[in-house]
């Protein structure tokens, strides 16, 4: 059952991440309500992997809250959105630290990626300066460390 359920939650992220993405997309906001979803289906989710309360459950919370922390920081110089800080606390609380950081580092590249092309397009349309959806780029990251759990089962 705990398997099974595990799965199940991790297809529930994932359909909320494309939600977060989508919305990011079409607003530059993130809903809270997907947030908060996010966060609170990890509980579950820590059970159905076995976690234990301590120290797996709680360390899980304190990264959670050194991510924010961090990125609230950046929020607070302008470089990045509230809602980018709140889904990235939320998604690390589904990730072991070692999986965080690689989420950081995909995230950091797809983020480079998603902000050349959205420069470029604008200059070539001589835009203003885009108001770049980070969020696609931290579920972009989120998907595939999700998928990586689906195609590398056996490895």
């Known amino acids: 059952m705990g398997e099974g359920l595990s799965w199940i939650l991790l297809g529930a992220l994932a359909v909320l991440l494309l939600a977060a993405a989508i919305c990011d997309i079409?607003?530059?906001e993130i809903d809270h309500w997907t947030v908060i979803a996010?966060?609170?289906?990890a509980i579950p989710f820590w059970v159905s992997?076995?976690?234990?309360f301590w120290p797996d459950m709680a360390l899980q919370i304190g990264v959670a809250g050194i991510v924010f922390?961090?990125?609230a920081a950046m929020f607070a110089f302008g470089w990045m959105g509230g809602g980018d800080v709140k889904l990235l606390a939320a998604l690390a609380l589904w990730l072991p630290w070692q999986?965080?950081?690689l989420m950081l580092v995909i995230m950091s590249?797809?983020?480079g990626v998603l902000t050349l092309g959205m420069v470029v397009w604008t200059r070539l349309?001589?835009?203003?300066?885009?108001e770049i959806p980070y969020g696609v780029a931290i579920a972009f990251s989120g998907l595939w460390?999700?998928?990586e759990r689906f195609l590398n089962q056996f490895g």
């Open 49 to 52: 992997e076995g976690l234990a």
């Open 69 to 71: 922390a961090v990125f």
């Open 125 to 130: 349309k001589r835009g203003p300066n885009p």
């Open 99 to 101: 999986a965080l950081i």
């Open 38 to 41: 996010i966060a609170l289906l």
């Open 26 to 28: 079409r607003r530059r």
């Open 109 to 111: 590249f797809a983020g």
């Open 145 to 147: 460390l999700i998928g």
